[in-house]
């Protein structure tokens, strides 16, 4: 696996540059762990060990290192339950994949439009959504939900049109590869949860703004990016084909060593472009008539996404969640969805 660290990100991208951690991570990861066996998720203390050597509350506790602890437990719900059903979405081992998410799918798009489970979900992964949905989106206005349950539905579905090229061996051309990334990693979503758990309010307007888009955008490629580089291996073993450094390999005629450079030093471009559009939030807010404490509440967000995307440099140091040796798509949780195919309710 390639070892990268915060060495990769530009000077001055987190700030400080060393925060400190959130003293009620292990306590909210306790919290989240009860929960995941609650739903399903979690069956055996087998699945618990193996998933707490994944450290998701380090990570989070990094990142978040001054929310209290109902947020900081929100913040890990929709993170581990997104990265548990992620890996179930690979699980490309058993059943029709297609159908599979077909199934998902239906049934989150219906739960968005009503705001009702169709019956007491027994699928975890549907279980899990609308437990946490409610609680990430209580406080949102209604163009807050729409936003936020697009950007949702975009990550899933993105998710699936991946599959089509996993399934075919076929790695993606790079104009094709970057927009299904900057949904399949889920840090546009990222964005709006973390605007939620570090109670901050960005104005539609400014949000909506395509400077402040593109800023959520570098986030994106970032996380992506590096997750590619050092997930390489893990990707390779799993038969994944949409990974930044096997496209540029492919595209552009050059070794996967190669790769992982030009990805890296794009990937710090990225960073670059952020710290730009960060400082340029005040003159933002002011074109569109904005008070200054708009901007205010942008850059905050802004600086928790720098923090977010350090953090994820800081774990991978830690987590077990990437090593080859421990099985993490094919067999740690079982094939949870498949019988939501079986059963009939894919549509």
Known sequence: MPVIDTSVLAAGFCDPPHPPTNPVARQAEDAVIEWLWRIGFLTSPAQEQHLRSFKFGLYHGIATPDVDLEHMVLGLMWFC?????????????????????????????????????????????????????????????????????SHFM????????????????????????????????GMIFQADVLEVVCSLRVPDVLRDSLLYRELVLCFADTTAWHNDVYGLEKDIADGQTCNMVRVVAASEGCSLVEAVDRVLERAKERQRLLLDLQERLPELAGQLDLPSEAANQAARLALHLRRYAYANLVWIGETRRYDLDLPRIRGTFGDLIAHERVEGRDG
């Not at 297609?98 to 798009?109: D, S, T």
């Not at 027994?122 to 946490?132: L, M, Q, R, T, W």
């Open 154 to 185: 975009d990550y899933v579905q993105a998710i699936a049109f991946q599959n089509t090229y996993h399934a075919a061996g076929r790695i993606p051309d790079a104009a094709t590869f970057l927009t299904m990334r900057r949904n399949t990693i």
């Open 81 to 149: 339950w997104g990265s548990l059903a992620d890996d179930q979405y690979d699980n490309y081992d058993w059943g029709d994949r297609q159908g599979r998410m077909n199934g998902i799918l239906q049934a989150m798009r219906a739960f968005l439009a009503s705001g009702r489970p169709d019956g007491l979900p027994s699928n975890p992964v549907i279980a899990g959504f609308v437990d946490f949905w409610p609680l990430v989106t209580a406080k949102l206005s209604a163009p807050g939900r729409q936003r936020i349950s």
